[in-house]
């Protein structure tokens, strides 16, 4: 099938920052409503179509599909008795808000019925105290401005007018009074976000402000209030810093409205989380100067001391107080491990033994306090949530139901080396009944905002290893595989660092006869898109496909669009002379070459992405197919009326079908002959 098509127009635009003249041919390309980028986004969607007619479709929707035929439930929320919790059931499309109390299991709130279009999703929410009420949060198609509602329990109806302008804002309930503070924006985003006290019943106009409203933009604010309603802590986050700042309020000495927060001296090498607990206490989980993690504790009249130290190897992730207990959660090498200590010393008591060698992605107190709730899953295990018993050491699945069967698959690990010698750590998923040789690889990498590479439950990789491919995950330097100091390693001016990672994992899985240079392919999603598409453009030969979605990739103007200018200081500023030295030196859209044979390249990109602007797939698009003088296709899937955050089940499926369809048919995986058509709809 032929997948040529003529090269987009190249414009003379450039651009002078910081000194240096800066080349932007497709600058055109970043307004989506003008005629000549809807006629050039028509034939890349004729392009995209006709490149994937030739792929083996190999059923893989179905499979995902059936990989995905569970009923997921999250960790429940226990207020007044009552057990809220999201639940996703196997033919459903978004996850639904539910409780459970004397009357059983009944929904609160289903996105699929208040819908019919299935547009809608599920953002946060929150019950009162007393499990009247219950906020919560909802958005629609990809839009990450979310409204928040407030409903009756006991009837499910909503009882108050909604409130807009909230992104991923959480709600703390003041015990014992139909009121929360919560977190707004302004419309028009001129100002910083305000935390707001808002009564339910009252206008949200009247709410008063509570705190914030400055001039950063880039903050966030998120407000807790403990169990007893003494404590108010506001935790602040800005994109200008790598620390954040906690305030503290004693709500007994001023009014609800005008609480007398009070700045925690905290180091300004790192980031502190703070949690409220009963008589005055607080716990502070850090990094600062504890990069594998530690935990505090303090009173408002105390000074901090250590609880729970920093361990040499594992990175302390979580912890739950129980009634005369402290579960503490850590992470080592991908893998999960919950001990169990006493509250006022610190000291190891023992283990929570767990389901198996994977990964626990929440824990939380019960409803009563002798248990504890987590969600654990592993390569071959989906998401499942427990109960822990205290007193009998047990956990018990909770609503067990049966699981999907997945193919048969080994997990194991491998390490290569970086170019400084840096072990970097590298997830494997075979096929069981391999022993040696090469199989077709896919390699994945994020490296980015310390978000850590884990051994979870991983449908794609799953149906790839199933069909006798290798799926791989490098955790490179940037993630928080390591904790803080991992982070570190990898961002900002040592961003090249994560990039080197990833390029000594992709060679090494070749030298130890993983994979071959023919067969291996890359895939990057959100920050892994950058990694993934700078690792292309600096090695292009290394590749024979890329997959790379949802991407950033012009990196002198990153800033500009989505939520980039929460992220310098993650990556830099185009403001600073250094810091765009930084940028340009990676920034995959300006290393792209022509005259150079590029691999078959699959760019994802949503049209309503309002994080990361589709303009960067749009513009990388352009830019490689003017470039490139390889036979391979670079194509663009640009899917209308989805964002970069939760969406459809289906839409997720039919997107991971495709991708994997294209690296089976660029690597040469065995296909099988398609049971339905692609993308065909769930029942």
Known sequence: MDTSIVPARRDDVREVLGGREVADPYRWLEDPGTPETR?????????????????????????????????????????????????????????????????????????????????????????????????????????????????????GTNVDEPITGCRYSAVAWLPGRDAFYYTRHDEDERSGPRLCLH??????????????????????????????????????????????????????????ERPALRRLPLPEDGWTSAWPAQDGRLYLLTDAGAPRGRLLVTGLSQEPHTLIPEDPEAVLDGFAVLDGLLLVHWTTAGHATVTRHDPATGRLLGEVELPGRGIVTELAPGGQGDEAWFEYSDRVTPETVYRYDA???????????????????????????APDGTPVR???????????????????????????????????????????????????????????????????????????????????????????????????????????????TQRPELFPAVACTAPLLDMARYELT??????????????????????????PYHRVVPGTPYPAVLLSAFAEDTRVDPLHARKMTAAL???????????????????????????????????????????????????????GELP
């Open 562 to 587: 989505g939520l980039g200018e929460y992220w310098r200081e993650e990556f830099g500023s185009r403001e600073d002379p250094e810091e765009l030295g930084w940028l340009l030196g990676y920034s």
């Open 199 to 256: 009564r339910v019943g009252k206008p949200a106009d009247a709410d008063a402000v509570v705190f914030g409203g400055g001039a950063d933009r880039t903050a966030e604010v998120d407000a807790l209030v403990g169990a007893d309603g003494r404590l108010l802590v506001v935790q602040v986050a800005s994109g200008l810093s790598a620390a954040n700042d906690v305030w503290v309020a004693d709500l007994r000495e001023a009014p609800i």
């Open 426 to 536: 590298i997830l494997l998923l075979a096929p069981s009944w391999h022993r040696a040789g090469p199989l077709p690889t896919i390699l994945e990498g994020y490296g980015a905002f310390g978000e850590p590479r884990v051994a979870d439950y991983y449908a794609a990789a799953l149906a790839w290893a199933g069909r006798g491919g290798l799926f791989a995950v490098a955790c490179v330097r940037g993630g928080g595989e390591g904790g803080e100091a991992w982070h570190q390693a990898g961002r900002r001016e040592h961003k090249q660092r994560g990039i080197d990672d990833f390029i000594a994992a992709a060679d090494h899985l070749v030298a130890a006869g993983h994979s071959t240079r023919d067969a291996l392919g890359a895939f990057g999603t959100s920050a892994g898109g950058l990694l993934v598409g700078a690792a292309m």
């Open 391 to 417: 007193g009998t050491g047990a956990s018990t699945a909770w609503r067990r139901r049966p699981a999907p069967v997945t193919p048969p698959v080994t997990a194991s690990e491998t390490v290569c080396r």
């Open 39 to 155: 006629d050039w986004l028509a034939a890349q969607a004729d392009l995209f179509a006709r490149a994937r007619d030739g792929w083996p479709a190999g059923g893989w929707f179905r499979e995902l599909r059936q990989l995905t035929s569970f009923e997921r439930l999250s960790v429940p929320q226990w207020r007044g008795g009552r057990a809220f919790y999201t639940c996703l059931r196997p033919g459903a499309e978004h996850h639904a808000l539910m409780v459970r109390d004397a009357g059983g299991d009944r929904a609160l709130f289903e996105p699929d019925s208040a819908d019919p279009e299935r547009r809608t999703v599920l953002g946060f929410w929150s019950a009162s105290a007393d499990g009247r009420l219950m906020a919560y949060q909802t958005a629609v198609g990809g839009s990450e401005r979310f409204t928040l509602r407030v409903l009756d329990v006991d009837t």
């Open 625 to 679: 197919q003017f470039a490139t003088t390889s036979p391979r296709p670079v194509l663009l899937r640009h899917e209308a009326g989805a964002g970069h955050g939760e969406r459809g089940r289906t839409g997720r499926l039919s997107y991971f079908s495709d991708v994997l369809a294209f690296f089976a048919h660029e690597l040469g995986l065995a296909s099988i002959t398609p049971t339905e058509p692609r993308g």
